[in-house]
């Protein structure tokens, strides 16, 4: 099948870099979103977002007059919806007790409405969010029907996920194998040929739901794989174990590898997806409930270890380094970070936070330093919360001539321990019990 022109609704991290990317191979595309604010910025040339390789692509596309900006979907040939499916915030689920997170469908509920005016007999209609299983077919499918079409027979609708790390996302769009999920056999084919404009890894086709689970699965394993590193770091601080040296041994066997402990585990896909699961069938996850408690608990350990370090949190200055979700990303969203300040704050502490890739962020609670000197100088103690590369690579002898600070505390295992002990710094890091 042929397409020439596609709707994408939602110009997030994902819609933005999968608009320009399918302009750039020639398609006449139309993105949607409902915020005036980033229309008139793309509109303008410019974009709202931080990822490498997006904006030079996004440009050469505008240039080409191959890329508009829109607040209303319009008709097209194959629409891509790519908004938001984030937890609610002010409900919660329970089974037997134990309480969960509920997906918070509207935003594609909004976007499906949005196409049913314009849905034509031939369309493709793409769902790339990540949702709940049977999103597409129970939620979906129902809405774009009100247009009196068929799906499947007279429209062909699928489920597609994104799978690119962020950071990445322009390398990983094209070359990351792709699951095209069809709710009948044709138009899994027709997701394939829209991908084929620019997918240079594999494109396997399947059914919807299994695609919405592979993309579950995936976010999921990798959520309990941390959850269990996380887990190893309080336990060897319980057996006077580091950690990171025991996960560097076990990880010398052929078929372990273990993850990163850290502070927690944030960002809008791993610590959000594998609720899905959870409220779909609460009583078949129990393992993957309790990986999300742990991860969502590590905030707490961090706490835990700033007192060791300071003896008692009331009125100690901390200098936190870093506040976004991962390393060498702008993306504040469900950071561990931000919630390890606030715990230390609701237990005393002074904390000034530094984020060179966001440094004017505005969040609730949390106090901003103007910059990494500000954040420190006087200090009791400099916390690393986020491995960024520029962190990593500090010298502990230039920061100590900064700083009143005579201890450091990494979460991330950014440092060497031994180089901060020289420069006179007691040194703690997280799941490090010989190291104190
Ligand atoms: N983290 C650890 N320890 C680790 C690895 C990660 O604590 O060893 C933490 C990170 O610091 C961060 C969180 O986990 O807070 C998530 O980071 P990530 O790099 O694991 O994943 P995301 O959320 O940036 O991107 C994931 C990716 N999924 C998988 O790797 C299975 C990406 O491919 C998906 O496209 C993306 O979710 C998404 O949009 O779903």
């Known amino acids: 099948m042929k397409f020439s022109k596609l709707c994408v609704i939602g110009l997030g991290y994902i819609g933005l870099p999968t608009a320009a990317t399918f302009a750039m191979h020639g398609m006449e595309v139309v993105g949607v979103d409902i915020n005036p604010n980033v229309i008139e910025i793309l509109n303008r040339g410019e974009i709202h977002i931080h990822e490498p390789g997006v904006h030079e692509t996004f440009r050469k596309a505008v240039h080409a007059k191959k890329f508009r900006a829109a607040l209303q979907t319009e008709t097209a040939d194959a629409f891509i919806i790519a908004v938001p499916t984030p937890f609610k915030h002010e409900a919660l689920g329970e089974y037997r007790g134990i309480a969960y997170k509920l997906a918070d469908m509207q935003a594609v509920t909004s976007a499906a409405e949005s196409i049913v005016p314009h849905l034509k007999k031939g369309n493709l209609v793409i769902l790339e969010s990540t949702s709940p299983p049977r999103t597409t077919v129970d939620l979906v499918a129902p809405i ?3 247009s009196g079409l068929k799906a499947g027979s007279d429209f ?5 996920p994104e799978r690119v790390l962020p950071g990445q996302i322009m390398k990983e769009l094209v070359e990351n194998a792709r699951v095209v999920g069809g709710i009948t056999p044709e138009s899994a084919q027709a997701g394939q040929d829209l991908y084929a404009a620019f997918v240079k890894g594999q494109i396997v086709k399947t059914d919807s739901t299994t695609a919405e689970m592979v993309k579950l699965m995936e976010n999921t394993h990798r959520d309990v794989n941390i959850a269990i590193a996380n887990e190893f770091s309080r336990l060897a601080e319980k057996f ?29 896909c791993i610590s959000v997806d594998p609720w899905f699961f959870v409220e779909a069938a609460p009583e078949l996850s129990q393992l993957i409930y309790h990986a999300r408690q742990v991860n969502d608990e590590q905030p707490r350990f961090v706490v835990k270890k700033a007192r060791q370090a300071l003896g008692e949190l009331k009125n100690k200055k901390i200098a936190a380094l870093g506040l976004a979700y991962k390393p060498d990303v ?18 005393g502490a002074q904390v000034k936070a530094w984020e060179p890739f966001k440094p004017n962020a505005q969040l609730k609670e949390i106090h901003m330093a103007a910059s990494l000197e500000d954040a420190i100088q006087d200090a009791d103690l400099i916390l690393l919360l986020v491995k960024h590369s520029q962190f990593a690579a500090l010298d502990p002898h230039e920061i100590q001539k900064q700083t009143s600070a005579k201890i450091a505390l990494d979460t991330v295992n950014g440092w060497t321990a031994e180089a901060w002990k020289q420069q006179g710094f007691r040194f703690f890091r997280l799941g490090d019990s010989k190291n104190k």
């Not at 062909?156 to 597609?160: A, E, M, P």
């Not at 702008?330 to 237990?347: F, M, N, T, Y």
Request: proline letters at 7%.
């Open 144 to 146: 774009l029907e009100k």
């Open 156 to 160: 062909f609708l699928c489920y597609s």
């Open 240 to 268: 006077g174990v580091d950690v990171w040296e025991a996960i560097a041994l076990a990880n010398l066997h052929p078929r372990i590898k273990i993850l990163s402990p850290g502070p927690g585990v944030g960002g809008h």
């Open 330 to 347: 702008d993306d504040l969203r469900e950071s561990p970070a931000s919630e390890a300040i606030r715990l230390l704050q609701k237990d």
